[in-house]
């Protein structure tokens, strides 16, 4: 069975630039997670989906930022215009509905904004 | 704020001792706690979780215990393999896991 996948694995672009992360959760999961992680701040959530639904942003850094999940098998996160600050790994994570239920984790996307 | 915290960046042990990895919380309203281990380029990889109604949890070499008392919990891994060296994050999130926290990691290098 296959896991989450994310693309790219590695992203380099300059400041200023348009930044589109891409994850596909595993099949039947309903709830489906952004994680940023950097040396500072460690693991943190960014905004999460249940069902194709945002239910908590507060995590989103700044308007910069924007998550969508048209369908329950594709979502992205978007950052435009991109900034230095921006370098770090994103995570993509999903879990089924149920309780006690595991996040699993995708391989992550290295970006680096020059 | 860190909810969640693992004091101890690394720690080193020999191939057959025991690993205990270390965890402490603040906020009394998690009831779900979970260990990840990840490797370098990789994605964190769920290893054992434990819910508040326990004290323990074991899964082959991996036992996690739980203070609630103390708001701790740990990891242990015994005996311990030169392939466990990863680096370890405990979680800890409310039974419907959407908003789990992390600690910062504890890298564990096991040495043959």
């Known amino acids: 069975d296959a896991g989450v996948i994310q693309s790219p694995r590695h992203e380099v672009t300059e400041m200023g630039q348009e930044v589109t992360l891409r994850c596909k959760p595993i099949?039947?999961?309903?709830?489906l997670f952004w994680y940023r992680q950097t040396m500072m701040r460690g693991l943190e959530l960014l905004i999460y989906?249940?069902?194709?639904?945002?239910?908590?942003d507060s995590g989103m850094p700044e308007d910069r930022f924007s998550a969508k999940m048209p369908n329950a098998s594709f979502s992205t996160l978007k950052i435009q215009p991109s900034e230095p600050r921006d370098s770090a790994v994103y995570f993509c994570?999903?879990?089924?509905?149920?309780?006690?239920?595991?996040?699993?984790f995708g391989d992550g996307t290295r970006l680096s904004i020059l | 704020d860190q909810q969640v915290k693992q004091n101890s960046p690394s720690l080193s042990v020999q191939e057959g001792r025991i690993s205990i990895l270390n965890c402490d919380y603040t906020n009394s309203m998690f009831d779900y706690f979970l260990w990840y281990k990840k490797y370098p380029a990789e994605g964190p990889t769920f290893l054992i979780s434990?819910?508040?109604?326990?004290d323990k949890n074991e899964d082959g070499r991996f036992t996690v215990f739980l203070n609630k008392s103390a708001k701790h919990l740990s990891l242990h891994i015994v005996p311990s393999q030169p392939g466990d060296s990863a680096v370890y994050f405990c979680?800890?999130?409310?039974?419907?896991?959407?908003?789990?926290?992390f600690g910062a990691g504890t890298r564990l290098t096991v040495k043959p």
């Open positions: 099949s039947g999961h309903n709830s």
């Open positions: 994570a999903s879990r089924p509905d149920g309780d006690n239920q595991p996040q699993h």
């Open positions: 989906f249940n069902n194709n639904v945002p239910i908590d």
């Open positions: 434990i819910s508040s109604i326990k």
């Open positions: 979680a800890a999130s409310n039974t419907n896991n959407n908003d789990m926290r």
